[in-house]
């Protein structure tokens, strides 16, 4: 894989430690790559990347792993409260939500299962600890979206996905302490709030993509139980 050079300004000193945890995946949102690169480029603009992988594959370094980009904006996610810190982030091009989001071309999935493994290498990143931006920001941020293939990324070794059943049996209250689990950060009430719906339709558009609407229907329940015990597995005697 060939990785071209596109130095981006937006990035400063991972904290003390500067350990890197955790992958976030975005997708740009803009009508174009090129778009795209100049904003993450763009000292007024203060977002960045360190990577963004077109929809043909080419893969842009913009900031050096060692260095924090800014990225992930105010986040959170299973106790990590600072993501840019503690991950790498990258951008696949994508017009997004906004311009007419479509499907995630193959050039660019190879690309990103190549780059994705090459950091596995490198940094110690759990499989539960590889999130969406819309995992970690679910009040602001619908990215990467319900397009793109988190089965197959976990079939390359990046990420999980679960997929044995699980009891369906569910209130809200067991809904939320479950999402708390897995790693969101929502209100506790035991009712279906606003926040609740919201961090609810973004672990549907992660989990559970064929329909997205907050309602903790049977499905979403089923999947709730199988992605808790799934990051239950994966974390084992982990801290959080
Ligand atoms: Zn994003």
Same mark, same amino acid.
């Given at each position: 894989?060939?990785?071209?050079?596109?130095?981006?300004?937006? &990035?400063?000193?991972?904290?003390?430690?500067?350990?890197?945890?955790?992958?976030?995946?975005?997708?740009?949102?803009?009508?174009?790559?090129?778009?795209?690169?100049?904003?993450?480029?763009?000292?007024?603009?203060? *977002?960045?990347?360190?990577? *963004?992988?077109?929809?043909?594959?080419?893969?842009?370094?913009?900031?050096?792993?060692?260095?924090?980009?800014? &990225?992930?904006? *105010?986040?959170?996610?299973?106790?990590?409260?600072?993501?840019?810190?503690?991950?790498?982030?990258?951008?696949?091009?994508?017009?997004? &939500?906004?311009?007419?989001?479509?499907?995630?071309?193959?050039?660019?999935?190879?690309?990103?299962?190549?780059?994705?493994?090459?950091?596995?290498?490198?940094?110690?990143?759990?499989? %539960?600890?590889?999130?969406? &931006?819309?995992?970690?920001?679910?009040?602001?941020?619908?990215?990467?979206?319900?397009?793109?293939?988190?089965?197959?990324?976990?079939?390359?070794?990046?990420?999980?996905?679960?997929?044995?059943?699980?009891?369906?049996?569910?209130?809200?209250?067991?809904?939320?302490?479950?999402?708390?689990?897995?790693?969101?950060?929502?209100?506790?009430?035991?009712?279906? %709030?606003?926040?609740?719906?919201?961090?609810?339709?973004?672990?549907?558009?992660?989990?559970?993509?064929?329909?997205?609407?907050?309602?903790? %229907?049977?499905?979403?329940?089923?999947?709730?139980?199988?992605?808790?015990?799934?990051?239950?597995?994966?974390?084992?005697?982990?801290?959080?």
């Amino acid at each position: 894989m060939i990785i071209r050079e596109r130095a981006s300004p937006n &990035h400063d000193a991972r904290p003390e430690g500067g350990r890197v945890d955790m992958l976030v995946l975005h997708y740009t949102g803009m009508k174009t790559a090129a778009e795209a690169i100049d904003r993450l480029c763009d000292p007024a603009a203060k *977002v960045s990347a360190h990577y *963004v992988i077109d929809e043909d594959g080419t893969v842009w370094r913009l900031v050096e792993e060692s260095r924090r980009a800014w &990225h992930a904006g *105010v986040s959170y996610w299973q106790g990590t409260e600072n993501v840019n810190a503690a991950s790498i982030g990258i951008e696949l091009v994508n017009p997004g &939500h906004e311009w007419g989001y479509r499907a995630f071309p193959e050039a660019q999935m190879a690309s990103l299962e190549t780059l994705g493994s090459a950091l596995l290498q490198r940094h110690p990143i759990p499989a %539960d600890r590889v999130a969406g &931006h819309s995992d970690v920001a679910p009040l602001r941020k619908q990215d990467p979206g319900e397009l793109f293939d988190w089965p197959r990324l976990a079939r390359a070794g990046i990420g999980f996905w679960p997929t044995e059943p699980a009891p369906a049996a569910m209130d809200i209250a067991g809904a939320q302490a479950m999402l708390s689990s897995i790693g969101y950060r929502l209100p506790r009430s035991g009712v279906l %709030d606003d926040e609740t719906s919201q961090v609810l339709i973004a672990f549907q558009r992660r989990f559970r993509p064929r329909r997205i609407d907050g309602a903790l %229907d049977d499905e979403t329940a089923t999947r709730l139980a199988a992605v808790e015990r799934a990051v239950s597995a994966l974390r084992g005697g982990r801290a959080v």
